[in-house]
C-alpha cells in the first residue's frame, strides 16, 4: 500500500518537520519553500512507497500539474454517467471562483471608489463561464484556457450579438433552468451598455491574464497532482 507525499513549494519550515515526515505513519502536505524537505526526505519516502507530487510555483517547468477545475465534484442521476444525467456540484463552483477573485486583483476596479457593482457582476459573468465549461466540456478543456477562448468570443457584431450569446441561448434551450443559463442572463442585465459590457468583459480578462502565460497555462491545463487521492484522518 503506497502513501502519498504533496509537496507544496509555497510555505516555510524547520528541523520540526523532518523526523516527522520520516516516520511516513500517512498521506503528507508539506510547504518546502526551498525545496529542502523533498531533498532530503523525498529519496527515502519514495524507497517506503510513497507517490511524491511537488507543486512548483518558482520552476513551474519542473512542477506537476494541477487544474482546479477537475476538483469540481459531479453527482450522477440514478446511476447513469451520461453527461446529461449529471449534476455539478453548484457550492464547488462558488469556491473556486470566490477563491479566485480574493486571490487576484484588478486595478482599474480595485481603485475606483468602493462601488461593488463591477466586481459583482464580473463575478456573475464568470459564474456563467464556468459553469458553461464545465456543462458542455469534456474533461480534457475544462480549464483556465478554455475560459479565456469563451472570453475571446464575447465582443458582439453589428447586429449585438456575440458568439457566446449565441452559445448560451442554445444551451437554454435545451436546460432553460440550468444556473449557468440563469447567471449569464444576470450578467446580460448589468451589461446593458456597451461600454459596461466591455468594462466586466476587460476586468474579467485582466483577472486571468496570468493564464495566457505559457508557462502557467501548462501548468494547469492539466491534472496529475491527483490530490482526490487523499484520504483524511481523524
Given at each position: 500500500?503506497s502513501?502519498y507525499?504533496?509537496?507544496?513549494?509555497l510555505g516555510?519550515s524547520?528541523?520540526y518537520?523532518?523526523p516527522?515526515?520520516?516516520n511516513a505513519?500517512?498521506?503528507?502536505i508539506v510547504t518546502?519553500?526551498?525545496?529542502?524537505?523533498l531533498?532530503d526526505?523525498?529519496?527515502?519516502?519514495?524507497k517506503?512507497?510513497?507517490?511524491?507530487?511537488v507543486l512548483?510555483?518558482d520552476?513551474?517547468?519542473?512542477?506537476n500539474n494541477?487544474?482546479p477545475?477537475?476538483?469540481?465534484?459531479?453527482v450522477h442521476?440514478?446511476?447513469?454517467?451520461t453527461?446529461?444525467?449529471?449534476?455539478?456540484q453548484?457550492?464547488?463552483?462558488?469556491t473556486l471562483?470566490?477563491t479566485?477573485?480574493?486571490?487576484?486583483?484588478v486595478?482599474?476596479?480595485?481603485s475606483?471608489?468602493?462601488?461593488p457593482?463591477?466586481?459583482?457582476?464580473?463575478?456573475i459573468?464568470l459564474?456563467a463561464?464556468f459553469y458553461?465549461?464545465?456543462r458542455?466540456?469534456?474533461k480534457?478543456?475544462?480549464?483556465f484556457?478554455t475560459i479565456l477562448?469563451?472570453i475571446?468570443q464575447?465582443?458582439p457584431?453589428?447586429a449585438?450579438?456575440?458568439?457566446?450569446?449565441?452559445?448560451?441561448?442554445d444551451?437554454?434551450?435545451?436546460?432553460?433552468d440550468a444556473?449557468?443559463?440563469?447567471?449569464?442572463?444576470h450578467?446580460?442585465?448589468?451589461a446593458?451598455?456597451?461600454?459596461?459590457?466591455s468594462t466586466?468583459?476587460m476586468?474579467?480578462?485582466?483577472?486571468?491574464a496570468?493564464?495566457?502565460i505559457r508557462?502557467v497555462?501548462?501548468?494547469?491545463d492539466t491534472?496529475?497532482?491527483e490530490?482526490?487521492?487523499i484520504?483524511?484522518?481523524?
Open positions: 500500500m502513501f507525499l504533496v509537496v507544496l513549494v516555510k524547520r528541523y518537520f523532518k516527522n515526515i520520516l505513519t500517512g498521506s503528507i518546502d519553500p526551498k525545496a529542502e524537505l531533498r526526505c523525498g529519496y527515502s519516502l519514495k517506503k512507497g510513497y507517490t511524491i507530487k512548483n510555483l520552476e513551474k517547468d519542473c512542477s494541477y487544474n477545475f477537475l476538483y469540481v465534484k459531479e442521476n440514478q446511476g447513469n454517467n453527461k446529461e444525467n449529471t449534476q455539478i453548484e457550492d464547488d463552483v462558488m471562483i470566490n479566485l477573485m480574493a486571490n487576484t486583483k486595478e482599474g476596479i480595485d475606483t471608489t468602493g462601488d457593482f463591477w466586481v459583482k457582476a464580473e463575478m459573468y459564474q463561464l458553461y465549461v464545465l458542455h466540456y469534456d480534457r478543456h475544462q480549464n484556457t477562448n469563451l475571446r464575447s465582443n457584431n453589428a449585438g450579438v456575440s458568439e457566446l450569446d449565441n452559445l448560451f441561448n444551451w437554454e434551450k435545451k436546460e432553460p444556473v449557468g443559463v440563469k447567471q449569464y442572463k450578467f446580460k442585465v448589468a446593458s451598455a456597451p461600454k459596461m459590457m466586466i468583459i476586468t474579467a480578462t485582466a483577472r486571468l496570468a493564464f495566457n508557462e497555462a501548462n501548468l494547469t491534472d496529475n497532482m490530490l482526490d487521492r484520504r483524511y484522518a481523524y
